[in-house]
């Protein structure tokens, strides 16, 4: 068996693997959801950008629910304090990915133009509610949560839904917000033809300046004005998972101190703007599967620039430092780890194959010649 402390460490790099894979994965879903009322103007546009996606949406989501897993079983104080006191925020990002699939199946049903027009809003505000809501608890995680435990660990969450809108928070909502249309822009480019693309590219150049613009605000904010969190004890990396067992205090530019340590870390913030910065040159170029290799590194990095501010804090506490998660206190017990590494190690890479090869066969762009020959079967 592993140590404690190299499986703590393994389980860290695998969780933010699957946060990376649904930001990749699924959200050039919400992107192009997010895009269908300016990238498509008519009925046969809207299906073949719809039937972009159509094939694979589902498959996508797998991402999340695998990320909410490792959560709940390598993590449980996380998931305890994230998905209670995050509760309201998740209902509602849990209620757009309800009624995604509900637009989809329902949107051709009835061919009248209201119906389908109603649909088309439908997927689109469930393209953009959980892209703000993934980008504000980012926010909210390098502000810290105001949640603390008591002697026995049971948890209370001194928070609300609105105290999540805080002005930083939001910014880092309209990041994400930005990153996913960039991604589902390149999609859509890479996916279809015509009018279709062009407008698809330029949304994708928009928006992916307006992320870079968007990420440096952010960073000068968190430079500036955001406070990050030290731990001031002994830090034991195979002790046992007690968050109430070190002390913590906040401090100003402590959310830099591992890119000061570790300069290679460095790499995560500089690949995220230049890859966003080469899209719009590469669609210029007509060279779209670059594009869309660009800013899914674009989109692993912001998410990875996030990941290695806050090593090894998991979530910090606003309101009692010390009850704050880290990589060394908030996870499951080390034989539990063992076993899910084991089964990670095996399943894993059948979902990345059988991911490839579905990806393999549904190559190629959709155009409204195909989606009108199959018009029963598609959406």
């Not at 908030?330 to 590494?341: E, Y």
Request: charged share 10%.
């Amino acid at each position: 068996m592993l140590d404690y402390e190299t499986l703590r460490l393994l389980w860290w790099a695998l969780l933010g693997t699957l946060l990376i894979g649904f930001a990749v994965m699924d959200g050039f879903d919400l992107g192009t959801a997010m895009l269908l009322p300016y990238v498509a103007k008519t009925d046969s546009e809207r299906r073949v950008a719809i039937n972009t996606v159509g094939p694979v949406w589902e498959g996508n989501q797998v991402w999340f629910i695998l990320g909410g897993g490792a959560i709940f079983a390598a993590w449980p104080a996380l998931y305890a304090v994230a998905f209670s006191g995050f509760y309201l925020a998740m209902f509602l990002v849990l209620a757009a990915l309800i009624l995604r699939p509900v637009a989809f199946k329902f949107r051709s049903k009835i061919d009248n133009p209201r119906w389908r027009s109603t649909w088309d809003i439908v997927l689109c505000i469930a393209g953009i509610v959980p892209s703000l809501i993934f980008g504000v608890a980012f926010g909210n995680v390098l502000v810290g949560a105001p949640f603390r435990f008591d002697e026995t660990l049971r948890m209370s969450y001194e928070g609300n839904l609105f105290g999540l809108l805080n002005p930083f928070s939001l910014l880092c909502g309209l990041v994400s917000v930005t990153m996913l249309l960039a991604h589902g822009g390149t999609y859509l480019a890479l996916k279809t033809e015509g009018t279709v693309t062009e407008r698809a590219i330029k949304a994708a150049g928009a928006t992916s300046i307006a992320c870079v613009v968007l990420f440096l605000l952010a960073g000068f904010w968190v430079w500036q004005w955001i406070d990050g969190y030290v731990i001031t004890s002994a830090v034991v990396h195979n002790g046992p998972s007690n968050p109430l067992m070190k002390t913590v205090v906040r401090q100003s530019g402590a959310w830099f101190a591992n890119y000061r340590a570790y300069p290679l870390t460095m790499a995560a913030p500089i690949i995220a703007i230049v890859a966003f910065l080469l899209v719009s040159p590469l669609l210029s170029l007509r060279r779209k599967g670059l594009a869309f290799l660009a800013s899914s590194l674009g989109v692993a990095s912001v998410i990875a620039t996030a990941g290695l501010s806050l090593f090894p804090f998991l979530l910090p506490s606003s309101i009692e430092p010390k009850a704050s998660l880290t990589v060394w206190d908030g996870s499951s017990s080390q034989l539990t780890l063992m076993i899910m590494l084991i089964a990670t190690l095996i399943f894993l890479p059948i979902v990345l194959l059988y991911t490839g090869w579905v990806y393999r066969v549904l190559r190629g762009p959709v155009t409204e010649a195909i989606v009108a020959q199959n018009k029963s079967s598609y959406y």
